[in-house]
């Protein structure tokens, strides 16, 4: 870890003061570092080599950008510009969060001083090939999700549907993910993230001011609802009641969810999912593969469930249509380059219903 860096001090960090960083909940403050630090890679590389516009664009960050993080080892293709992130990722309860980490990780890490620091820096507890896995599936879903809105990136020539209908768009276990503010997706879009009340409480509270700072991109309207994904009554309640129509059709993402749930508690899910959306509706999942025991980190012990092959938990719920599995080598042929080692850790499939 590089403490000697310290372009921020504590006095300027946000009082966030949030349940966020207990239990499962907090893991969306570890994705959320990944996207800060692959956001400051970004606007690094467009302030050596973008065009004006480009630089116009970024210039709100440049208070906030961090000369000396160390970031390189996001490959410039991977680069995402998600400001939000830098924002969530600073606070008070991201500090508290490092620190509760960093103790049980390294109890003898001297802790003392640790207030002083940006926690930008300290966010390098967490290994670099993580940071860059969340890079890599960042850019892959939202290279993903913006197709589904324009046909000349789609690449699913066997669609029978129209590509621009997906006006629904379903964020499960959404985290501090902010596609609805910064992709390029229709402004008559209604984008939906549901996640549990401790996230969404903090998301919406750092949005506010956050939104001020960093303008969004996107005019779509964003719809989010506290719920407990395992209990499927309750958040498809939540859903119905918040505006989803099940008679259009819609686009769901799941990212970085399906590891906490039980084998059981997945097929209920995307057994309702797929009850609950139209025909030619599509899905998209991320989860984590198979890890042989003695290369399980600590936060394994935390997944309930793991995958070499998520496309049959979608088969089996009845998205038997465009079945699309994708793993890491391919995102990092799209993305990498050829000093990127990412091991395979992690799978993506995308697929529709036939309903
Ligand atoms: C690793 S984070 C991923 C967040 C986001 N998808 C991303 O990639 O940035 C896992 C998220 O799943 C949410 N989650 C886990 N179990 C859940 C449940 N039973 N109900 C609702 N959300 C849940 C957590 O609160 C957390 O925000």
Same mark, same amino acid.
């Given at each position: 870890? /590089?403490?000697?860096? $310290?372009?921020? =001090?504590?006095?300027?960090?946000? +009082?966030?003061?949030?349940?966020? #960083?207990?239990?499962? *909940? ?124 324009? /046909?000349?990136?789609? $690449?699913?020539? =066997?669609?029978?549907?129209?590509? +621009?209908?997906?006006?629904?768009? #379903?964020?499960?276990? *959404? ?128 997944? $309930? ?51």
């Amino acid at each position: 870890m /590089n403490n000697s860096d $310290n372009n921020q =001090n504590s006095s300027t960090i946000v +009082n966030s003061n949030s349940d966020i #960083i207990n239990g499962v *909940a907090r893991t969306s403050l570890f994705v959320s570092a990944g996207r800060a630090y692959t956001t400051n890679s970004y606007v690094r590389n467009i302030l050596a080599n973008g065009s004006d516009e480009e630089k116009a664009r970024i210039v709100e960050f440049l208070p906030y950008f961090q000369e000396r993080l160390s970031d390189s080892f996001i490959p410039p293709k991977a680069g995402i510009y998600d400001p939000y992130s830098f924002y969530f990722s600073t606070t008070s309860d991201a500090l508290e969060l490092i620190k509760k980490t960093i103790a049980k990780v390294d109890p003898d890490y001297p802790l003392a001083d640790i207030n002083k620091y940006n926690p930008m820096y300290l966010w390098s507890f967490i290994s670099e090939s993580a940071h860059l896995r969340v890079a890599f599936r960042t850019k892959y879903i939202d290279h993903f999700i913006e197709s589904q809105y324009n /046909n000349s990136n789609n $690449n699913d020539s =066997n669609d029978n549907y129209n590509n +621009n209908q997906f006006k629904q768009l #379903i964020i499960l276990g *959404a985290g501090l993910d902010t596609r609805a503010l910064r992709l390029n997706i229709p402004d008559d879009t209604v984008v939906y993230e549901l996640d549990l009340l401790e996230v969404i409480e903090y998301k919406k509270r750092l949005l506010v001011e956050a939104t001020k700072v960093f303008t969004p991109k996107t005019k779509c309207k964003l719809v989010q609802i506290p719920t407990d994904l395992r209990y499927p009554e309750l958040w498809t309640k939540s859903l119905l009641d918040a505006g989803f129509q099940s008679d259009r059709q819609s686009l769901w993402v799941l990212e970085g969810l399906l590891m906490y749930l039980t084998e059981s508690d997945i097929k209920i899910l995307l057994d309702t999912i797929n009850q609950l959306c139209s025909p030619a509706s599509k899905i998209l999942i991320h989860t984590v593969n198979e890890v042989p025991l003695e290369k399980r980190t600590l936060i394994f012990k935390e997944f $309930n469930s793991l995958t070499d092959h998520p496309e049959n938990y979608l088969i089996e719920s009845g998205f038997t249509k465009d079945i699309k599995p994708i793993s890491y080598i391919e995102i990092n042929q799209m993305f990498g380059d050829d000093t990127t080692k990412l091991s395979k850790s992690s799978m993506f499939t995308s697929a529709s219903n036939v309903r």
